[in-house]
């Protein structure tokens, strides 16, 4: 507690460079979308507050502020004042809420289902009997029977419902809670007046189903967005709890992996994870990096690599510079982009949350009028309750509320398991209407690092010697030579003339690596006429030379992925800055005719403007840090870029690797996601168009009511899962439509 009473929730706070706060807070009792909205607008209202932003998945609210009197208690008071229970969020607490409220969940689910079968089973005697010889006293039996089976099955199982809508009228407002609660409780008071005056008719078997059929649906959701948290949540388990720290004088301390800071240096030995992003001081070692990179190939790993917490060791030993420690590193800037996914809204996210605003009180002044028209038509008191009940269970707004965010939801975890991360919430719906996809080439349909294309001509002694003296090279056509070649060591005494090349001694002779002027050594036409578009750097040790043409090598899926978006219908176009004759090679390659080169980045956003004018959707693919004005600029875009680059991404979606694969699943789920949202708005207008209608018009019971909306419920969830299901299998389809995968083709 601070000096002037205050809690202090500095523990749970985090604060970045340029000065802004922000905590996490859990809040409980969030059943829908409209709650969403009503948290997120009273919270506008607090002093000092910035932005307030509730994700529906992990029921987390993150608190953003930069005014230094601000005070995070006045939200969290604010919020138990409109009925919801909130606490700052550790993350072993918040798992242990979420698994409690999972359990009690279940045992409601398996309390209803109990009372539900009995019920029904009395229910099925007393109708059967209604249209032979059943006695009066034998079905008031059954109807108290099944009052005192139904009775303390909804008080139990009924918590759910029946909590969030007190803590909301409480709170003077309404929730979608609030219309099922009165529906469920004027069911069973007028089933207990039914009975204690010798009716026919009860309607405990209605309500109890309801109740059961409603949890079914909520229990269903929260097991999908905790598969989904489990994506998030087995990014922490990928971080080492401990380290081993070695101090100046050698020794070698463990220490949590949470107290490591920049410039520390640590020992990764065989069989243990990378603790912290850091870069290779000494040793060697292969690391499994298929989370960092999504490449199933290990690593090789030494002096000067960069690696990433979460990496495996599999062998060697490994000194390491820290370089992002904490919070700081890949792996939690993965979990932040995959956070900011879900819980980034979408158009039709925005449209289901204000659907759902307006829907209780709809459905409320749509059960009071048909009560009082009932009763103006000369109807009785009972028949006008039933009928009015009969349009609160019809129109249970369930499946509006949850279908559209589950499928953002799924959506976005798919992408991520994909290695695809989005940074807009309406990214989805940009991707699904995109109709034409731009390409930058270098970075983008190449590798980023250049090769060496004719390694396999020269002799290996000498291309291992020139391999030693590129080491001591700062040049990157240098690095291209020593690229991809372990084990070799930098020779000793090199000196580097600027602009001209590298040379030693070795052996008493000098070797020289640069320009064909600089070693004196002729580059032969052959060479030229086969690599046009390469960069040539020469070699020469004694009698010994060789000239090793340099390029930039298409990625090895492209081709493929090429075939693949213009199977489902989309233009591609190549928009480079680079030579002409470094561009068609690339076009020709991939089997493109429409592509420009030499472009400008004002020349590329013209372009780009100039289809978006004639009204197509354009994707652009490009480098997400050397291509932001033609990223800014088209309608969507995406960048494959490296860890190290993935906080500075500006574009919708970056993804992760080498292969371009990623740009036809996201489009390919993203018009899965756009169609099922699409879907679920359109069915949730026709069943209610229908079905209130029919309600209104007395021509349902209760209990056919209540069978309506748990199937509609459960329709709309049935395909939501479906998707999810296709969206894993995405990768297969996309691979058997792009064709048999090919070797990495190079571009001359």
């Not at 420690?325 to 039709?348: M, Q």
């Not at 050594?521 to 009698?543: C, K, M, T």
Request: proline share 4%; with cysteine; hydrophobic share 45%.
């Amino acid at each position: 507690m601070t000096a002037d009473g205050r809690l202090d929730f500095s523990h749970y706070m985090r604060r970045t460079p340029d000065g802004v706060a922000s905590m996490e807070v859990v809040v409980d009792g969030i059943h829908c979308g409209g709650c969403i909205g009503r948290i997120e607008r009273s919270l506008k209202s607090v002093p000092g507050l910035d932005d307030a932003r509730l994700n529906f998945t992990n029921r987390r609210l993150t608190l953003t502020w930069k005014d230094s009197g601000f005070d995070p208690g006045d939200a969290i008071r604010l919020l138990e004042r409109m009925g919801y229970q909130a606490n700052p969020f550790r993350q072993q607490t918040g798992e242990e809420e979420e698994s409690r409220q999972f359990k009690s969940l279940l045992r409601c689910l398996a309390v209803s289902g109990f009372a539900a079968m009995n019920i029904m089973l009395l229910s099925v005697s007393v109708w059967s009997g209604n249209v032979t010889d059943i006695t009066p006293e034998t079905r008031d039996l059954f109807h108290w029977l099944s009052a005192a089976i139904a009775l303390p099955a909804a008080a139990y199982a009924g918590q759910p419902f029946f909590r969030s809508a007190w803590n909301a009228l409480k709170a003077r407002h309404t929730n979608m809670d609030v219309p099922i609660s009165l529906g469920i409780l004027l069911a069973l008071g007028l089933s207990l007046y039914e009975t204690a005056h010798s009716a026919t008719h009860a309607y405990f078997d209605s309500a109890i189903m309801l109740i059961f059929f409603l949890l079914c649906g909520r229990v269903l959701d929260q097991m999908m967005r905790r598969k989904t948290r489990a994506v998030a949540g087995n990014l922490a388990a990928m971080k080492s709890e401990i380290a081993y720290r070695l101090r100046d004088n050698g020794e070698l301390v463990q220490v949590p992996s949470a107290a490591l800071r920049t410039g520390d240096r640590i020992l990764v030995r065989a069989g243990e994870r990378v603790a912290a992003d850091g870069i290779v001081l000494s040793g060697h070692a292969h690391l499994d990096e298929s989370l960092i990179t999504g490449e199933t190939a290990l690593a090789k790993a030494r002096e000067g690599r960069a690696v990433y917490a979460g990496s495996i060791n599999l062998d060697g030993t490994l000194t390491v510079r820290v370089t992002a420690a904490g919070e700081d590193t890949f792996l939690d800037e993965i979990d932040r982009l995959l956070d900011k996914a879900v819980h980034a809204r979408s158009r039709y996210v925005r449209l289901s949350d204000r659907i759902a605003r307006y829907y209780a009180p709809v459905v409320h002044l749509t059960a009071a009028l048909t009560f009082a028209g009932w009763m103006l038509a000369g109807a009785s008191v009972h028949t006008s309750v039933v009928v009015a009940i009969t349009v609160l269970i019809i129109t249970c707004p369930c499946a509006l509320a949850l279908a559209i965010p589950v499928v953002q939801v799924v959506a976005a975890s798919a992408l991520f398991r994909s290695g695809v991360f989005l940074n807009a919430g309406d990214a989805i719906e940009r991707l699904a209407e995109a109709d034409v996809v731009v390409f930058d080439k270098t970075g983008t349909l190449t590798l980023p690092e250049p090769r060496v294309v004719n390694g396999d001509d020269v002799d290996p002694e000498t291309l291992a010697l020139a391999g030693r003296l590129a080491l001591s090279s700062r040049h990157p056509l240098a690095g291209a030579i020593a690229r991809g070649r372990q084990g070799l060591q930098p020779l000793e005494n090199v000196t580097e003339e600027y602009g001209r090349g590298v040379r030693a001694m070795v052996d008493g002779i000098e070797a020289r690596l640069g320009s064909s002027v600089f070693c004196s050594v002729e580059v032969p036409d052959a060479l030229r006429a086969r690599h046009p578009g390469a960069s040539l750097i020469a070699f020469r040790h004694g009698n010994r030379s060789a000239v090793f043409a340099v390029h930039q090598v298409l990625r090895p899926d492209a081709a493929e992925t090429m075939r693949g978006l213009e199977g489902i219908g989309l233009e591609i176009r190549i928009l480079s800055g680079d030579r002409t004759e470094a561009v068609e090679p690339v076009a020709r390659a991939l089997g493109l005719t429409q592509w420009q080169a030499e472009l400008t980045p004002a020349d590329k956003v013209a372009a780009i403007e100039a289809w978006k004018t004639d009204g197509r959707s354009v994707l652009m693919v490009g480098d997400g840090l050397n291509d932001a004005p033609s990223l800014a600029a088209a309608s969507v875009s995406m960048s494959p870029i490296s860890a190290a680059d993935l906080s500075q991404a500006q574009a919708d979606a970056v993804f992760l690797g080498h292969s371009l694969k990623p740009v036809l699943s996201t489009i390919r789920s993203a018009r899965r996601a756009r169609a099922l949202m699409r879907q679920n708005l359109w069915l949730a207008l026709v069943y209610n168009a229908i079905a209130v209608p029919v309600a209104v018009a007395g021509l349902v019971t209760p209990l056919i009511a209540a069978v309506a909306i748990s199937f509609f419920v459960r329709a709309v969830m049935w395909d939501v899962l479906r998707v999810r299901a296709r969206n894993a299998q995405a990768p297969a389809e996309a691979e058997a439509t792009a064709g048999p995968p090919e070797a990495a083709v190079q571009p001359t």
